[in-house]
Each structure stands twice: as C-alpha cells, then as structure tokens.
C-alpha cells in the first residue's frame, strides 16, 4: 500500500526552470555550450526541512500498509510521531530563533525563514491527520480483531471500572499533583513533551470557573491493562473518570488533554565552557525551559481554555495541532511490545561472520584473524555481538593487549562496551575512551557513562573544542612477538547492541598499518593538544572529507560517460556537493544516490542532473551506513560476488571502457554541512577484493530493491517503484549471511 506521498507536497510550486541566454544576461553561453548548475537558480535545491518531512511520509506510509504486520505498522507508527517530536524540538524550534532574532538569509532553495516555516505548518498538518486516520481506522480496529483491544473508559461495563478504580486509588492517585491557577497560584510550568489535562472546575458557593492542570505522570504505564491483559485503557481516560477525588467539593467542567513541544537543542558555546561536563549538565536543565514552539490540543478544547494556553505559553494559532486521536502517538511503543511473535516480522538471528566463528568448542583468536587478513562485517545480518562486541572484550581480556582507545557516540543501556573498558583500566591497561557529551538527546546517558569510566581508571575526554566528534573508531594496541601491533575498527554506526539489531551498518575491522597509524594520530588529536597529521588511509573531517569528496567527483567528471558514482548516505544538503555531483551528470557521469532522509539534490531535471537517479530504502531495518563508490569494479571483484547470477540485480555491470577502478570507503560521515565541517569522522578504504565484492553486492541489491523503495522525482516529490522484480534486499542480505554461515559449516565438516 503505497499512500499518496505526494499529497500537500510544496515541492510542485518549486520546479526548476531551464537556464536561457535571456536569463543569463549579456555574454551567457550559447545554446551549445555547457550551463553550470549555478545558472539554474536556487530552484535547483530542495528544501532541507520539507525533505524531512517526506522522509516521515514514507516511514507513515509503512504505518498504513497492511501487508506489514499489525505489531510492527504501530511501530512505524510511533517512530512518525517521536520523530515529529525531534523535528520540531530541533529543526522548527531552529528556525523560530532564526525568525525572531529577525535573521533573513534565505535557504539554499530560496525560502525565507516564514515560507518555510508556512509550508512546514500545512506539511505536518497533513501528515498529523493521516497519522489519526491510520490509527483511528486502521490499527486501532486491526488490533481488536487480533485481541488487542484499545478501549474508551466510557464504553467500559461496571465490572471493568470498579476494576480501574481499584487500580486509580492504589498505583496512580498518590503520584498526581493537581495545579490550579488563580490569583495565589501563577501557571504552572510545563515541561517539555509532558502530557496534561485541562481540567475546568467551578467553585459550587460562586460559581466562579478556574483552570487547573493535572500533569500524566511519565513514569507510569501509558495503557493501563484490565485483568483479562486484552483490553487497554488509556491513562489520561482513567484520571479523567476520578478527578473528583483531585478536586473534592468542586463543580467538575470540561476537560483536556494538551502537550507543549519545547525547544531542545543545546545553547552551549564549548569553546568558552570551563568544564564541559559541568556546562552540559547546565544546560541540560536550561533546556526543560526551553522556549515553547508546538501545542497539542485535543479537538474538542474549548476556546477560553486554548486561548489561555496559547497566552501563557506565548504561542499562536499556527502552532496548535488539533487531534482526534490520544495525543503522543510515541507511546505506542508498549503496545507494540506486547507479546504475539505472530503479529510481529518473524525474528531475525544474525549469523557469526564465518572468518569469526570459532572450531566447535575452540573460541576465534581474533587478533590472529586480522594478522592475517580484513573483516567486513554487516549489521544485522552479521552479529554484532560476535563481532565488534567481541573485539573491544577480548582487548579487554588479553594480557598482551597494552591500550585500548576508543569513540562513544551513543551506546546502549546495558553498556558492554563501557563495561570492557572499564575492566581493561582496573587490569591495567591503558584506555582512553572519547565520550560525546553532545550527543543530541543522549546527554544525559553520556554524563552517566564518561563518570563510570573516570571512576574505573579509564582517560575520558570530551572531544575537540567547536566540534562534534561523530567518527565510530576503536583503536587497540597489542604486543606481539615482531613488535607493536595495532588492531582497528572503523565503523558507520554506533557502539550501541540495541541499535545494532535494528540499524543497517558496516565496519571494518582491520590490522592495516596505514588505518592504525592515523587512528593512533586521530585519538592523539582528540585526547591531546596535537594536530592531526596528514593522514596515510583514512578521510578525516573537517580538514579532509569535503575537498576528497570533491576531488573524487572531479575524478570522475573528467571521465564523463566512463564514469560512475555510487553514494549511499542517510542525508545529502551540502550545495558544494550537490552542484559537484550536477556538474558530473552533466559531464556524462552515472550517478547512483542512496539517501534514505534528506535530499537536496533534484534528480532528472533536463541538462542539469539528467544521469542522477535517488533512491530511500525505508524497510524493517533502518538503512544507516555510509558507503562511498568512485569508478568502476573490477571484472575480479565481480566474479566473486554472490549476487552474480540473480538475474533481478541488474547492477552487477562491466567497468566502461577507460573506466578508473573503484575506490570504496565506509565511514561515519554524511553528505551534509554539519558532518563535512563540524564534525569528526573517519572514513576507511576498504582495499581487499573479497570486501569489495561484499559491498558491491551490497549496492547491488540496494539499487534493485522494490518492495521498500522509493525514488525521487524531478518535481521534489517521491513515489514508490513499482514492484516488478520483489527484489527484497533486506531479507536476500539476510539469506547471504546464512548462507555464508552454512559454506563455513560444511567446510568444517569436509575438512
């Protein structure tokens, strides 16, 4: 079920115009000669923000389809609604300080800051009520006929709210905080993302109506389960039917469930910040104050008690969003985790990577592995816990191993890799471990972990003044009988064992001498006062990544028809980039562009980028890695791929002749301004042909994918290809790695 994407696009009124002579003034080019992508106007971009929202449509789309299982349509479902949260706590709240500090500066597409934020305000609407009739029309009926029913308090029979009573006065009662609003009581704050009920009571001797807030309380159960566990009340219904006992002797009126979206990006300047950690933990409390920038509103609120909300939160009219359905969407996360395996896609176990798999009860020396030769490893397909996981614990363990240094970007709740390094420190061993403390929305979890491992013994450091350190890098040096070796790993996603599941990523793990003496140099850069020298293998931003990536365009530019270009990024805005990757279209060049989110870049537009195809893979796995392709693979690197023979892949395609060889990396760094200029990341060459051949079936199956693909049009809008092939590239990875695991099995068994 594909939706209508396109529907509210504010796209279609920004197509782009062809460039003339008369436009370009006196002394343009003739007809015959080439037009730069600057003569095509601004029009030439999309809209960074718009783009995101069209990202949302497609993961919206995936909610409404009912070929998706139920379980798993309400968790598209809640990634929509907490990633609109983000949205607007971010990109939204940017925008307004932009506004009101009144900052004109257009967007590279050519919006002033109030035309964005117009199309944003019709935009989200649209999506908000199409989320309401996926919930209210789709899901909601779906999971009664599966058992699962969301029940409305005032369809429930006496035996069920006696039952709820019982529940309201022993588990919720004691935790509510009723706050009314009068002359002795100025109104309440209200937090960020919290959810509150209006509630409208009388005095019963004047008659005099007064405003109160009663705030759900966060830490308990958004659905509250009757006895038989099928039916779900929601928690905001269950106070609602009890505020008497809040407000004793008072005359009840209407009621209103309402939440506030805040600002929450930080306001830190590192540069001027003493103690880093110290000024995080500041504002990480400025930012519960943050200014308010969304209210949800249930539909039926009645005027006086929106116009007091919208008054004392200092909001207008265009920032209400009405709603039909229960506000906060995001909470259908513990419903989405009920336990019915058959409502849900059926379990995915990854396979051990087989160069890491061990002989029986024999474990893998994975230090002799790497001497030997790289490994490159895909997330799920590849245990991560096999992998990467088992790499930084057996450093950890190994008396040999003499440091360990490694990033922490965002990493998971149990925290094994914390854990290992903190045992490494207490053995001994030298460890020094990168904890981004601006890690947006992790802060706070990122606090907790730098004082655990300052407590262990472990260096923890905070990064590079004025910079994001965003690289996935682990560095480990080892003592061996030849001297000092140094085992690495470079990956596109974070060291995190809960993401991993669920979040497509590639890394690399390598002792290449090249990639560990610029990781050595990196880590000396981040931990100490040095600059990063001239690096031997990887890409380093900021001083490398850009001017490489344009360079590697340029190379291909040059090539014209016999060159190729294969990009997969989660987002691509950065105009210099896009106007290179224009140039190459217009040179002849084949560019392939894999962005599951933003996209600025207009593909198919005539003489300008008429050779660019863009595709999203929005699927069950969340398409995360970064892989960069230059040129033409190799005969040799084609023979060895395993998609060779499907005859569905039709990107398995002969080098051009005068084709330059591929270069490949994988790294950490997107194609957008913040990761090209404000960040640390590292990009890898992956050299072996066996790796390259892995990749390659890996871009292969991307670009043939149909049954979660989209692709973007000429007018900025998007639609879903059609589903000629079934290529389904997420569940053929999966077959490849079972597959792999099996010829390792066999062998064994032969041998």
Same mark, same amino acid.
């Given at each position: ?5 396109? %529907? ?48 949302? &449509? ?132 209200? =937090? ?15 008659? %005099? ?6 705030? /759900? ?15 779900? /009340? ?19 009126? &209407?009621?209103? &469930? ?168 207490? =053995? ?14 992790? %802060? ?29 890098? &682990? ?180 080098? %051009? ?10 790294? =950490? ?51 879903? /290809? ?30």
């Amino acid at each position: 079920m594909t939706g209508d994407l396109r %529907e509210g696009s504010a796209e279609a009124e920004h197509r782009v115009p062809g460039p003339s002579s008369a436009d370009a003034g006196d002394g343009a080019p003739g007809d015959d000669e080439p037009r730069g992508p600057e003569e095509f106007g601004a029009a030439r971009f999309l809209n960074r923000e718009l783009s995101w929202l069209d990202f949302a &449509a497609r993961v919206l789309d995936l909610a409404a389809d009912v070929a998706t299982p139920l379980l798993e349509r309400g968790k598209f479902l809640a990634i929509f609604a907490t990633g609109m949260d983000e949205f607007f706590q971010v990109r939204v709240a940017g925008l307004k300080d932009r506004h009101e500090a009144g900052l004109h500066a257009r967007s590279a597409d050519g919006r002033t800051v109030s035309e964005q934020l117009r199309a944003i305000r019709a935009r989200a609407g649209a999506l908000a009520a199409r989320a309401e009739r996926i919930y209210r029309d789709g899901l909601v009926l779906d999971l009664a006929a599966s058992g699962i029913e969301v029940v409305s308090y005032s369809a429930l029979d006496e035996d069920a709210r006696a039952e709820l009573r019982g529940i309201f006065e022993r588990d919720i009662f004691p935790v509510l905080t009723p706050l009314a609003v009068d002359p002795g009581h100025p109104f309440p704050y209200i =937090s960020n993302l919290s959810l509150n009920l209006a509630v409208v009571v009388a005095d019963p001797e004047t008659s %005099e109506r007064r405003f109160a807030r009663v705030k /759900v309380p966060p830490l308990l159960p958004r659905f509250v389960a009757l006895g038989d566990d099928r039916r779900l /009340v929601l928690l905001e219904q269950v106070i609602a039917a009890h505020l008497e006992q809040l407000f004793p002797d008072m005359m009840l009126g &209407a009621y209103h &469930a309402f939440r506030v979206t805040r600002n929450a990006d930080l306001d830190l300047d590192d540069g001027e910040a003493d103690d880093l950690l110290a000024a995080v933990e500041i504002e990480l409390r400025r930012r519960r104050f943050g200014r308010a920038v969304r209210l949800e509103v249930d539909a039926t609120i009645e005027p006086d008690v929106l116009e007091l909300l919208l008054s004392e939160l200092e909001l207008t009219t265009e920032d209400v969003y009405a709603c039909t359905v229960p506000l906060d969407l995001g909470q259908l996360w513990a419903v989405v985790r009920i336990d019915r395996p058959e409502l849900h896609e059926p379990a995915w176990i990854p396979a051990t990577q087989p160069r890491l798999a061990g002989h029986g009860e024999d474990p893998v020396d994975l230090f002799a592995v790497l001497r030997e030769r790289d490994v490159l490893v895909q997330h799920p397909y590849d245990s991560f816990g096999t992998s990467v996981e088992a790499f930084i614990s057996a450093a950890a363990e190994d008396p040999d191993v003499l440091a360990i240094k490694q990033t922490l970007y965002r990493t998971s709740g149990d925290a094994p890799f914390v854990s290992a390094l903190a045992r490494a420190a207490e =053995s001994g061993k030298q460890v020094a471990a990168l904890v981004e403390l601006k890690a947006r929305f992790d %802060e706070q979890r990122n606090i907790v972990w730098a004082r655990q491992l300052e407590q262990a013994g472990v260096h923890v450091v905070y990064g590079v003044v004025g910079l994001k350190t965003h690289s996935k890098t &682990a560095l480990v040096v080892r003592r061996e009988p030849d001297g000092i070796r140094r085992y690495c790993h470079v990956g596109t996603g974070n060291y995190n064992s809960d993401t991993a599941r669920v979040y497509e990523d590639i890394g690399l793990l390598t002792s290449d001498p090249d990639v560990g003496a610029d990781l050595n140099d990196l880590f000396n850069h981040l931990t100490g006062f040095s600059r990063s020298s001239t690096s031997r293998a990887l890409v380093l931003a900021p001083e490398r990544f850009r001017p490489w990536v344009l360079e590697q365009i340029a190379l291909e530019t040059e090539a014209g028809e016999s060159g190729r270009i294969t990009i997969k990024v989660n987002g691509l805005t950065d105009p210099e980039i896009v106007d290179a990757l224009y140039r190459a279209s217009q040179a002849g060049v084949l560019v392939e562009l894999m962005v599951r989110g933003v996209c600025a870049l207009r593909p198919g537009v005539a003489g300008l980028s008429e050779r660019v195809t863009v595709r999203s893979i929005v699927g069950r796995v969340l398409e995360h890695s970064r892989i960069y392709r230059f040129g033409w693979p190799s005969p040799e690197v084609l023979a060895a791929c395993a998609t060779r023979d499907d005859s569905e892949v039709p990107h398995l395609r002969a080098p %051009e002749p005068g084709a330059r060889r591929a270069r490949y990396f994988i790294g =950490s760094g997107d194609l957008m301004e913040r990761n090209l200029d404000r960040r640390i990341e590292a990009l890898a060459p992956v050299l072996a042909p066996e790796l390259c051949s892995r990749l390659e079936d890996i871009l292969a199956l991307d670009l043939a994918d149909d049954p979660h693909t989209w692709v973007l049009a000429d007018d900025g809008t998007w639609g879903r /290809v059609p589903c000629l092939a079934d290529v389904n590239a997420q569940a053929r990875l999966q077959e490849l790695a079972v597959e792999r695991s099996r010829r390792r099995h066999a062998s064994e068994l032969a041998g």
